[in-house]
């Protein structure tokens, strides 16, 4: 498996095109601090609207470097994640946070540095039902992607992005040649020429 951070430096934008124009969360998603950013392996949980227990659940099978993607279905207005289990997570050594629902505690959650990208920043707290239908580990649907453990997550302040694992090396590199190729079209614009000529349009 290759070593983690392979697809540091990158942005979420040079390799979604890189892509093929796949695998982009969806855009209510974003960072509580426009300067974090994140990449690592997904893991996936899944917890009921309203209700955080599967991602206590899934604090204790976290590795070091994971991303924790949470999938919390129509359930926004909640708020999941705070000060507490952030300061957890950085002591088990997980790399970030991607949640389709809330978080509170944002002031503390900035201090605290652990990337964090949230659909929502909302104070309304959860519940921690036992029998409540969630799991982890275990695909998640978010948008159009379907993310899997391990899969590639990359977060920065233009968006989310998750790729499968197999392909991540191999985009990694497009996308490396891609902004390559990109610093050549700003130096011919920066001497003034036109964006109709470079791209031949």
């Not at 990109?182 to 470079?198: K, P």
Request: net charge neutral; hydrophobic share 45%.
């Amino acid at each position: 498996m290759t070593a983690w951070p392979y697809a540091a430096t990158i942005s979420s934008a040079s390799l979604h095109e890189a892509a093929g124009r796949r695998g982009a969360l969806p855009s209510a998603i974003k960072p509580i601090d426009r300067r974090m950013n994140v990449e690592g392996p997904a893991l996936p949980v899944r917890c009921p609207p309203g209700d955080n227990l599967w991602i206590h659940r899934a604090l204790r099978a976290v590795k070091p470097g994971d991303v924790l993607v949470v999938d919390c279905g129509g359930g926004t207005e909640f708020g999941y994640w705070g000060e507490i289990m952030a300061t957890s997570a950085i002591a088990l050594g997980a790399a970030g946070l991607v949640i389709t629902g809330g978080v509170r505690d944002s002031l503390q959650l900035v201090d605290l540095g652990l990337p964090t990208f949230a659909g929502a920043i909302c104070i309304q707290g959860t519940g921690k039902d036992p029998k409540g239908d969630g799991a982890v580990g275990e695909p998640v649907r978010i948008g159009a992607v379907t993310v899997r453990r391990g899969d590639l997550v990359v977060a920065d302040a233009d968006g989310v992005i998750v790729l499968p694992a197999a392909d991540g090396p191999a985009l990694v590199q497009a996308a490396r040649d891609r902004d390559a190729k990109e610093a050549g079209i700003l130096e011919r614009v920066r001497a003034g020429a036109l964006t109709l000529d470079v791209y031949n349009l």
